[in-house]
Structure formats: structure tokens, C-alpha cells
């Protein structure tokens, strides 16, 4: 049975004083994200308030409020505003958690590839910022958001996605960070760009197919870094059995939950 989703309030009647936060759910370098409970109704949301009136924090909620509808991108309701004029994205509460929280309670075991494949093939994006689908989602810096070679504009965003989805599925496949956690900017730089490329290690048991699609993600040099299309029609996800993946993610999200 499908749950159903809370209906937010009218835009225009909104408010932040009406909601209140319940416990926090997470921060990144540039906003922090809460579970709130509208006062009236009672109907739980997840609330990310930017750290400051940034420009770039409107144009990431009219992109969210765009993509209104889409089964891949979480819902934004509406956009509210702090005491600074900081702005806030009243968001859907993803409250299954995040593919990191199934990867604590499986106790450092990756998942397996049919659930990789899926994971990747249809993730639940979150807004920039806010900890999504990672099992570094805690850290400020991250090695998923510290593509090298990252440049401004679409095309630029679309590389760098490339190479945050090759260390998220790599990290979910080893079910442990790439990176040690705590790192500072200019450690976690010195470990992505001037040590070895990030790999499957030779020594697990994994398929050719998922091999080469880590490979093709987290290459330093953008240019070299896989596409979105050609990620699509890679072996990896084109050869897989979608409805076996979607059961096999399925029943480890029910499994890790009980």
C-alpha cells in the first residue's frame, strides 16, 4: 500500500512560525535540515534553511519547484523565509531514511549488485546540500561533492553528478567511506586528486559490468568522466533484470528497517 503524503498548506498562507522542529535530520556546508510539524494540521515535513540569503539557494527551489511531480526528485512545497531573509524549502519527509541509515543497521555490508543497479538506475535526488542517499551524508566535505575539474553551468553540474554517483555507488557497494571521515578540505583534496584512483578493489567479489561503471565516474580528468547517456545504456544497468533489482532494494529497505 502506498503512503500517503501529507498535503502541505497553501503557499500563500504559510509560515515559518508555523511550524515546529522536531529533531534535526542533517547538515551539509551551506544548510541545515529539520523535521517540522505543521501546527495546524499536524503534517510532518522536512524543512532546509540555507545558512544565508545566497542567490544560488532561490535558483536551487524554483529548479525544485519545477521538477514538481517527478518520481526521482523530491517534492518542494514551498519556499519560506528566516528572520535574515535567508531562504527555507519546505520539502517532503523522505522518512524511510537514506541509503547510508540501511547501510549503519546492515553493520558495514555493502549491498549487493541487483540493489546497486537500482539504487543508481532510479535514485530519490534531494536538493544540493541536503544529506541524501550517501553514507557520508553527515560530513560537510565529502568526496561525493569534490569532483575535480568542476566547472560552472549545466554541463559542469551534469559532470560533477557523474562522478558523485561513482563514489556513492562505491561506497554503498563497500558499505564503508572511500575517504576517512573528518577529513579537512585540504586533506580530502590531497586524498582525491594525488593518491590512487578510486576503484573496486581487486580483491572483492564484483562483477566486470559494475567494475567499469565505477571507473568511468570518478575520473579526475571531466573529460574523461562517463556521461549521463552513456551511464544509461552501460551493461551494468541496460543488462540488469529491473523488476528482480527493484525487489532485491525493496526487500533490504524492509529488511533493514525491522
Known amino acids: 500500500m502506498m503512503r500517503k503524503v501529507p498535503t502541505p498548506p497553501p503557499a500563500e498562507e504559510t509560515r515559518l512560525s508555523d511550524f515546529d522542529c522536531i529533531g534535526d535530520l542533517g547538515a ?67 522518512d524511510a531514511g537514506s541509503l547510508g541509515d540501511i547501510l549503519c543497521r546492515r553493520r558495514g555490508r555493502g549491498l549487493p549488485e541487483q540493489a546497486l543497479a537500482e539504487a543508481a538506475r532510479r535514485p530519490r535526488t534531494a536538493p544540493r546540500g541536503w544529506p541524501s542517499c550517501t553514507p557520508a551524508a553527515s560530513r560537510t566535505s565529502t568526496p561525493e561533492r569534490f569532483a575535480p575539474g568542476a566547472r560552472p553551468g549545466p554541463l559542469g553540474a551534469m559532470s ?47 562483477s566486470a559490468e559494475l567494475r567499469e561503471f565505477v571507473a568511468v565516474c570518478p575520473q579526475r580528468d571531466p573529460a574523461r568522466r562517463a556521461t549521463v547517456t552513456q551511464l544509461l545504456r552501460h551493461p551494468f544497468l541496460a543488462r540488469r533484470d529491473v523488476q528482480v533489482s527493484r525487489r532485491v532494494l525493496g526487500e533490504i529497505i524492509v529488511d533493514s528497517s525491522m
Open 28 to 94: 551539509g556546508g551551506s544548510a541545515r535540515v529539520c523535521k517540522v510539524r505543521h501546527r495546524r494540521t499536524g503534517a510532518m515535513f522536512a524543512l532546509k534553511m540555507s545558512n544565508d540569503a545566497d542567490p544560488r539557494r532561490e535558483e536551487e527551489a524554483e529548479v525544485l519547484r519545477r521538477a514538481a511531480g517527478s518520481p526521482h526528485v523530491v517534492a518542494c512545497h514551498t519556499l519560506l523565509r528566516g528572520l535574515g531573509g535567508e531562504p527555507g524549502c519546505l520539502l517532503e519527509l523522505m
Open 160 to 206: 560533477a553528478d557523474v562522478w558523485s554517483l561513482g563514489v556513492t555507488v562505491l561506497e554503498l557497494f563497500l558499505g564503508r567511506f572511500v575517504v576517512a571521515p573528518g577529513l579537512s578540505d585540504a586533506a580530502l583534496e590531497l586524498a582525491i586528486c594525488h593518491s590512487g584512483p578510486l576503484r573496486v578493489p581487486e580483491e572483492a567479489e564484483a
